[in-house]
């Protein structure tokens, strides 16, 4: 594809706007509106709860990719991996993120940016309890973010993992897997509008643990 072509791709946002006089005056009550709307609206392949989530590392490189949300309530945004892996070591290192949102049915985005802390093991136990056997087995069987030889050693650790928890149909969370929550600090609303005029609604939460909403420049 030529840059030309590439240059003349564009969509034209008329679907509707976002004004102060519908938005209320803390985020978590227009986000759950949001997302019910992106739930009820968006289609296969688009998963309402993905998100990008970015985070960076001790050197302050940037790293991104796509994941699910799996928790949402008045302290922050849940999500959850192994504690080892890539996006594992950089949180612990530094314990900031941010994730993005973007409903491409509906012309919305949501920026959330925030700190970030393991939710207990109480609550990674009662998630991990509730995913498919598949998914809590390669939990055990892979070594996320390692160098493999290839696929077929992670299929073998598969099967050790598989032959091991035969007789268990509720195999133990392992210690190194489990949740995280980001705890935001700011949260952004994007609506899609004509002529890329779009409707921008930021709230920053304040020292005074009060949000202050304003409105910025598309």
């Known amino acids: 594809m030529s840059t030309e072509q590439l ?5 034209n946002y008329t679907r509707d706007g976002l004004l102060e006089k519908h938005a209320p005056t803390e ?8 997302f019910a709307d992106a739930v009820a609206t968006e289609q ?6 993905s998100m990008m989530l970015a985070t960076v590392d001790s050197a302050g490189h940037p790293h991104c990719r796509m994941l699910l ?4 309530d008045a302290r922050g945004f849940v999500f959850y991996s192994n504690y080892e892996s890539a996006k594992g070591r950089q949180l612990a290192e530094q314990p900031v993120a941010a994730m993005t949102f973007f409903w491409p049915a509906l012309e919305r985005q949501v920026r959330i940016e925030g700190s970030v ?4 093991d109480a609550e990674s136990d009662a998630y991990y309890n ?3 056997l598949g998914s809590r087995l390669g939990a055990w069987a892979s070594e996320q973010s390692r160098p493999l030889t290839g696929r077929e050693e992670l299929e073998a650790a598969l099967q050790e993992v598989e032959q091991r928890y035969a007789n268990n149909p509720q195999p133990p969370r392992p210690a190194h897997w489990g949740g995280f929550r980001l705890m935001p600090k700011m949260i952004e609303f994007w609506q899609g509008r004509t002529c890329r005029l779009h409707d921008r609604l930021r709230y920053s939460l304040e020292e005074s643990q009060q949000w202050r909403r304003e409105r910025l420049a598309p």
């Open 117 to 120: 802390e393991r939710v207990s």
């Open 7 to 11: 240059a003349s791709m564009r969509r």
């Open 44 to 49: 296969p392949p688009v998963e309402p709860n």
């Open 130 to 132: 509730v995913r498919p």
């Open 69 to 72: 949300l799996k928790g949402l």
């Open 27 to 34: 985020p978590f009550a227009l986000f759950k509106q949001w």
